[in-house]
């Protein structure tokens, strides 16, 4: 069982303390910097414990800097009951919290206090050169739980038996930071003492985090369900971030090299060039920046000059979004237009998650593993479940981003909280206020690359709809405007907003569009045939797609059109609706269609979602007619 080890050191800086599973390799890179006396306090099997006294140390020290520069007996001793204390405490509330059976007497974390370390007077293990910096390389621009980095380590064929010694030595040079994988912090209070608990990976908070009498480290533990299925990241398990340090890519100008027979639309130029610009110049104080591009706006194709950019720095690129579809479909084509470029993607079960690369192309959760990595980062459908309204996963893509990077957010319906940091309003000459189509931190393209028009949903208030639909009766607008679609030989998505009306959604229109029956299909999430029928949709082979939102996004169906039943159910927000209205007339062959929303009673999203289109249709009209006159 692995011990820590809690000291304070003394010397030229303020008395602080520390915490080390290796007293020798502290005691020798001390004594090689600074001459510095180190005074051990105690010892623990719990890592979590000794990060939470060390914390509480370095606060009682830092208010009596008076004994800076030197420490006595008499404050040592100050010292080690503070520590003592604060473990029985800590014993007490967990096992309070953990049961609610009188639990609290037994000890969950144990402690000795210790005045000498007589075991770690052997002679250190010496690590050569050539091995520490190759252990420094692997794991650089990484944030991994132990087991992972142990795993890493293996997988480039490096075998340390001296690595907690290795990686201490680079903690202290601050070539490296470690933490419990769950921080673990007794909040006092006159009524009631509390644990607080924090995951270091995901950050999640104690609602999330389960716990457990541990048989690793045989103390009280605990460990994050949020993130649990990236390996469990635990009070008894390291957390070690190493930043990656910019090196100069012997091949930095091939990576950059592109290949793309596209050409832009003038509007396409002048966001692709002001993104450009934002990644390049080096004087920039705001460090993100958001390309607003509505849908069918060619938001990939704008990311080239960007990404060259960064990789003519000699840069690493990543481009993360919430889907793994999206990366599947994301790296070959990236792959194709960079051909000089290593470009991986990295996914749940991508056996490419380890390794090196100019371009990764990632799912919103494996970025947690990364850590001040990239100095470009890109994050795709920033509005798009699961990255959403979820802090986890908004930490995990900051903290990729390299000291010094950027971060670059792409999307057809920014959330308002971006809107509101990133977008410039602007009042015309009536004094109605209007987004600017661009600033210092953003860029909005508000037309399709084609020239056309978004097309502007219709909405359609039906009293009783949900009676209606299973009475199996005919709802006249929704019934015509299929009707109309199908008989033109078009396509329809119907969407609903829920798995379970996907079926009757599909035995309705079955029944009120007999003629049509055969060629209509629903699909959902979980739907083991989903991507059988989304083929045969793309096919022509399935005429009408009952749907959930998960097609919301991402699927092009040339020639189509949509309708939205249940239009007022939480699930279609402003964003999900513009989205789903987005499907239509992508194509420049076909750049019209017929968007449906049909509703219930009078909602909200619905209207939101057509004054955004209305309003990116008149700011693309005004950009035309500017052009004309100029």
Known sequence: MREYLLYVKVGREPVQAYVTPCFRVDQDYWQEQEGSQLYV??????????????????QYLQERQAIQGTVNEQALAGIRRIALTTVREASAVYGTTLSHENTEEKEWFAWSEAKSVKEENSTPIVTSGDKEQSVKDVLAGRALLWEEMERLLQTHGIAVPELPQLLQRMVLSGDAQWLPGVR???RKSWLRHSLQLACARCGSGKEKIELTTCHSCGQGCAYCTECLGMGRSKCCTPFLCVP????PSSHAGQAGRLVWSGRYSRDQEVAADRARQFVSSHWRRNAEFLIWAVCGAGKTELLFPSVVAALEQGERVLIATPRKDVVLELAPRIQRVFPEARVIAVHGSSKEKWEECDIAIATTH???????????????????????????LYRAVARAVKTGGRLLYLSATPPRYLQKRLVTKQKSLLGRSSYALYSSSHVLLPGRYHGHALPVPQICTVSGLD?????????????????????AGRQVFVFVPRVEEVPRMLGYLQAVLPEYRDGVAGVHASDPAREEKVMAFREKAVKLMVTTTILERGVTIPGSDVAVVGAQAPVFDEASLVQIAGRVGRSPDDPQGTVLFVQSYRASAPQAAVRQITQMNQLAKQ????RKMA
């Open 41 to 58: 306090i105690g010892r623990t099997p719990s890592l979590a414990m000794a990060f939470s006294l060390r914390e509480r140390l370095n």
């Open 184 to 186: 673990l912090h007794v």
């Open 244 to 247: 990656a340090h910019t090196v």
């Open 366 to 392: 494996q970025v947690m593993r990364f850590y001040q990595r990239f100095f470009l980062v890109v994050l795709d459908e920033v509005d798009a479940f699961p990255y959403h309204q979820n802090p986890v």
């Open 467 to 487: 009676k209606l639909l299973a009475a199996g009766r005919v709802i006249t607008p929704l019934h015509d405007m299929l009707k109309a679609s199908l008989d």
């Open 623 to 626: 950009l035309r007619d500017r």
